[in-house]
């Protein structure tokens, strides 16, 4: 057993070779963004962010909490085929969907538990696969 690996803690969730996505075949990744909220924020940004890019990992407060300056600028952007992903910039704990907003009316993706700049990469391979069905890139959040 000696400078053998021992694993003590199977983790739950697929992962690395157990993912759809090989990096021998991605040539490109979709462009997205992460704001973190803060009181002041300006919802000029989430606009210019929604010009450019396909998706936005936001990182409200506690559950993924938006304020409600924010959440028409958000809306504006699903609505123009931006996918809106809540995430929390505590650094622990989950993001309830349907919790802090009502995610389902706005089609809106929760991290569960991952963190906003892993949660930017999950999104930006899991629109390889479902670059516009935001039901399979929720479940992604779920499986990864």
């Known amino acids: 057993m000696e400078g053998n690996p021992r694993y003590y803690r199977t983790p739950s969730w697929d992962h690395t070779v157990c993912t759809p996505w090989s990096i021998d075949d991605i040539e490109a990744l979709p462009k997205v963004d992460v704001v973190y909220a803060y009181g002041a924020l300006d919802s000029s940004l989430v606009r210019a ?3 450019d890019a396909r998706g936005l990992v ?3 407060t506690g559950n993924g909490n ?3 300056h924010m959440v028409g600028p958000l809306r504006e952007a699903t609505r123009r085929g931006m996918h809106v992903v809540r995430a929390s910039r505590t650094g622990s704990g989950i993001v309830v969907r349907n ?3 009502p995610d389902d009316d706005y089609d809106w993706i929760v991290v569960d538990d991952q963190p906003p700049q892993k949660a930017r990469i999950l999104l930006m391979l899991a629109m390889l ?3 516009d069905d935001c039901r399979a890139l929720q479940a ?5």
């Not at 992604?140 to 990864?144: K, S």
């Open 49 to 51: 962010i929604a010009a």
């Open 58 to 60: 936001f990182a409200g």
């Open 66 to 68: 938006i304020a409600k």
């Open 99 to 101: 919790g802090a907003q």
């Open 129 to 131: 696969s479902h670059p």
């Open 140 to 144: 992604a959040f779920y499986r990864f």
